[in-house]
């Protein structure tokens, strides 16, 4: 099951409806996903929505058939090859790269609710060893999983498909006590993000509206309060515009385990 946490506004200005955080989705519709087998670098073909399940469909609207392209594909690839990692934070860290992304083949006129969420990748807790991750043992318990919405949620497939869709404002932390709706996520283990259309105009009718669920695998990475390999450390220094502080104050010193 996934807890259901609004991180953002429904839309600006408009309060969500009471009674709405801590909803669970139902198991269907959230494990389809598109084929993972040769995902899409910078300028690659774009993951085709496969198996998508409706709990209820009305025949009468218009089909949509989404395919997805992950933005900056040769950067997440640069990163996948050496092992990404992510570092948390107790006051919560965006990602980088930013998960990004453009989507065709909505129904323009139907409004759509675009989420993201971050699950474990594996049941393994890992440690960085001569260079590399190997499984250090069982991975630790989970916090109950949480879905960001996209902001700009609902919007028309258009509206969507006119711009590249970013979930930059998305931030990782290991505060298990977090009130500000944060993905939660322990240290030194793998995850997954994974990326939700949901044909609605309505957040009460989530539960109830068609699941698509794409996921890339060159986004998987490893969650660090520091990061591991140097390597990385300088791909993000010389990728991310907004790395100063590792520049100046070598930011990047590995976590003593």
């Not at 090859?81 to 998960?99: A, D, N």
């Not at 030194?188 to 009460?204: G, S």
Request: proline share 9%; aromatic share 10%.
């Amino acid at each position: 099951m996934t807890d259901f946490v609004a991180t953002v506004p429904f839309l600006p200005g408009f309060p969500l409806p009471p009674g709405i955080l801590g909803k669970r989705f139902p198991d269907r519709g959230l494990c389809d996903e598109a084929d993972p087998s040769g995902g899409p670098g910078e300028g690659g073909h774009p993951h085709q929505v496969r198996g998508a399940r409706s709990a209820r469909l009305a025949e009468d609207r218009p089909a949509d058939d989404p395919r997805v392209t992950l933005e900056a594909g040769g950067l997440w690839g640069e990163f996948h090859h050496m092992g990404t990692e992510m570092v948390i934070t107790k006051s919560g860290r965006r990602m980088f790269p930013p998960f990004k992304v453009t989507v065709r083949g909505l129904d323009p006129g139907s409004k759509y609710i675009l989420l993201m969420d971050i699950v474990a990748a594996d049941d393994r807790r890992y440690k960085f060893n001569h260079s590399w991750w190997t499984v250090a043992g069982q991975a630790d318990p989970e916090m109950p999983r949480r879905m960001y919405i996209h902001p700009e949620s609902p919007s028309t497939g258009d509206q969507w498909m006119s711009k590249p869709v970013a979930f930059h404002k998305l931030k990782l932390t290991n505060n298990t006590s977090d009130k500000h709706g944060y993905t939660i996520l322990n240290s030194m283990h793998k995850y997954q993000p994974r990326f939700h259309i949901v044909r609605t105009n309505d957040i009460l009718r989530l539960p109830y509206s068609t699941f698509r669920t794409i996921v890339f695998p060159e986004t998987e990475f490893i969650a660090v309060t520091a990061y591991q390999n140097d390597k990385i450390t300088q791909l993000k220094i010389d990728n991310n515009p907004f790395a100063k502080g590792f520049r100046d104050a070598g930011n990047g010193r590995r976590e003593k385990r």
